[in-house]
């Protein structure tokens, strides 16, 4: 019954985009077919009325504009060859503009209105829309502008919507030329229909065969199949050598996606947050467990009282299972904190219907997802981060993991949550110096990736440094965007390529913050990797010398030390343990070294290799432009890269 209930709503709801279009042309039709009578009648060139005419058909998708006016119009004044080439290019225009219409507004529209579940069910009914139910819409009048956004909406293939649209484009417009031309006015309607069905019949019977042809096609190894007959009852079967191989090829999209909402006072009773997020998703005996950081809880004693008494009053259909309190920081991230998380949410029958809270800074948020992400293969994860470097970085992103082995993160996920909220009130018990570790990452992106936040940061280096809010709420959120965008649109969001720009700084951060047993905090280290990386880029003639200084010097007055002596730290063999970081990174991508320096604020490229001998001379200049003296760390001296 539910999956009945289901699908009729979704149907409505398609429908009411088919009616919503039909209506807007029915109700303006007469407007616009009067002004457009008016508009081709007056003295205009052929090359105008043709630009006139491509520009009406292309957003005729969208416009109540009556396409046979327009259309025979057109074969009327520039003649049958011409008129139908123009009608022609019009109509593949407003083709592809329609595909792509109905594939942005699919999620974006339909999502919000139908809710997960029953989006994932009209998603199924939409993509049983293919060539026979295009061909046929294309070859009515008034729905053949919805065709082609229903084709966009139902993620039809591109070769096949192109291929149908294509021959289906031209019969309408040969039948349009020939009626705007030569025939009369009673056979229009049937000319114009026999002449779609006619090339877009084609279409259809060539794209099947195509696909038939493809399907027994021997298997692409390059060489040809021997085969021996063997007679089965009345059947023959093709016994192939043992080195031939059949391939059947697999392959589907999926999309991701998932809020990032700032706010705050999340749990208060008027906070719609949560409520709009889960209730639309929650099924019967959908229940949530939450994890909340020591630190976090230890600054705000009253914080599990304020979530119980948020889901009984705005959310009482969705039970709080439990709240647990975990390990803040690195000490989180170990095999037996996820095993005793994922018992606790199997005493408590969690389930992929139900909902994990991680609450905490970034090592809190990394460990829960992992929990979460390897717990019945993924449940849903809600993220609230409650450090600057957790909101603006480590918890907008799409990765889990743990150390392990004495390594960084050795172990994890690539598992997109369910959403991030960022709360600014949880910044306000945070310490100085958690504040100030955070904007190490907003420094990184901003320097790889947006000279404007960068020179803006530089503006405001002393409202950052002493943690104003709207300052503070500012470099967060230009921070998160810049990270969403590297993820959305870097083409690479589960890691596959080697190069990781948003790692800038981090191959030897990432080896300090073990080296010291994590005594350093992520983004302490990572301010260190930057000005290291800074320098050498000045070094390797990649980087001006007062573009690295600019570098160096706003990590300086955000209040960074630029230096650590773990960096003069050495191995037995005499090598600086730090370089280390090098070999373990490599490993991380996957065998390739790759790491990201600058060449401009704003700007950043990837190099494949670096030369010790520069690393140490960079590492020595951050030394003596830091005044380090037998191993204690002073920043009195001038901080120039």
Known sequence: MESIRSGIRSAIVILSIISLIVGLFLLLDATITEWLSMLFNSDISSLVFSLLVVFLLTFD????????????????????????????????????FGYWVGARCNRIFLYKILGEREYSRAEAMMGRFGSGMLITMRAVPILAETSVILAGMAGMQKGRFLLAVTLSNTGVACAYGYIGATAQQESSMLILIAGSVLFAGAGFLLNTWMQHLYSEKAPENGSETVTADSDV?????????QWSAQVIKAGFDIHYHYPVIFTRAIFASDNDCIRNLLLPRASSGAGVIVFVDEGVMTAQSSLPEQIAHYFQSCCPSIPVFSIEVVPGGEPCKTRQQIERMQRSMLMYGVDRHCFVFAIGG????????????????????VRLPTTVLAQNDAGVGVKNGINDQQKKNLIGAFQPPLAVINDQ????????????????EAVKVAAIRDQALFEWMEEHADALAHAEPAALAYSIRECARLHLNQIVQGGDPFEYGTARPLDFGHWSAHRMESLVNYQLRHGEAVAIGIALDTEYAVRAGMLCADKGARVCNLLYQLGFQLWHPVLKQQRENGEAAFLEGLEEFRQHLGGTLCITLLTDIGLATEVNSMDRALLLDARDALARRYAVSAGEQTTEAEPVC
């Open 61 to 96: 998708v969208l416009l109540p504009v009556p396409s046979s006016l327009v259309s025979v119009a057109a074969s009327s004044l520039l003649g049958l060859f011409s008129g139908a080439l123009v009608i022609w290019v019009g109509m593949m225009a407003g083709s592809l």
């Open 233 to 241: 009852g009345d059947k023959t079967l093709a016994l192939e050598p």
């Open 362 to 381: 970034g090592a809190v948020l990394d460990a829960v997802g992992f929990a979460a992400a390897s717990f019945h293969r993924g449940v849903n994860l």
């Open 425 to 440: 009130d949880f910044l306000l018990t945070l310490s100085q110096r958690d504040k100030r570790a955070g904007l190490a």
